[in-house]
C-alpha cells in the first residue's frame, strides 16, 4: 500500500494511503492533552472526527500505533493543509479553511464539520452520511427510545430527517451547506 506521512510547523500530522479508495487521517493538537483524529476522504470532506485524549502520550505515539495497526509503510512528505474540494457557496473562491484549525481547546472544537471563507468571511458546513452516522451512533445517550427503534427500523430515513433538522437550523443562522 502506497502512503506518505508530513508534518505541519504546528505539529499536525498527516497520512495519505490508499486501500481502495485514497484517504487521508490528519492528527491535529488540541491544547496539552488532545488531539483531534480525522478522516477524509479523497475530496477532503469529513467522513470521520473524534477528540482523543492523549493520557500521557504524545501525538507521535498515536499516529505510530494507527500506522502499526493498520500496517502501513509511509514515506516522509511536505505537509499540505488538508483542504475540501469545494467553492464557497458565498462567494464562490476556493479559500474554505477548517474552523476547528482555530481551535485551542477541546471545548472550542465545533463537533459539526465548519468552514469559513477566507476571501469573504462567510461560514458554511458540509456533512457527509458518514460523518453524521458516526455522530449518530457515539450519541445514542441523546435520542429517546422512540427514535432508537425509528433508527433500528430505518436508519436511511432516520439519517435524512436528521439531515434535514440540521439543514433547517444552519440555514435560521445564516451558515450555508458546501455542495461538493
Known amino acids: 500500500m502506497e502512503a506518505a506521512i508530513s508534518e505541519s510547523p504546528r505539529h499536525s500530522i498527516r ?6 479508495t485514497r484517504t487521508t487521517m490528519l492528527w491535529e493538537p488540541i491544547g496539552r ?37 493498520a500496517g502501513i509503510e509511509p514515506k516522509e512528505s511536505v505537509y499540505e493543509e488538508v483542504r475540501i474540494g469545494a467553492r464557497c457557496p458565498s462567494c464562490g ?41 458516526e455522530l449518530v451512533s457515539h450519541n445514542k445517550g441523546l435520542f429517546e427510545p422512540k427514535e432508537l427503534e425509528e433508527l433500528n427500523t430505518d436508519e436511511e430515513r432516520f439519517i435524512k430527517e436528521i439531515r434535514e433538522y440540521i439543514a433547517r437550523v444552519f440555514a435560521s443562522k445564516k451558515i450555508l451547506s458546501i455542495k461538493l
Open 15 to 20: 497520512l495519505d494511503y490508499a486501500e481502495r
Open 33 to 69: 492533552e488532545h488531539a483531534l483524529e480525522t478522516v477524509f476522504d479523497e475530496r477532503g470532506a469529513i467522513l470521520d472526527q473524534k477528540l482523543v485524549k492523549l493520557n500521557g502520550h504524545t501525538l507521535h505515539d498515536l499516529v505510530s500505533d494507527f500506522i502499526e495497526s
Open 93 to 133: 473562491s476556493v479559500g474554505l479553511r477548517r474552523a476547528v484549525q482555530s481551535a485551542a481547546s477541546p471545548a472550542s472544537v465545533p463537533v459539526m464539520p465548519l468552514y469559513t471563507c477566507q476571501n469573504c468571511g462567510a461560514k458554511s458546513y458540509h456533512l457527509t452520511d458518514s460523518y453524521l452516522r
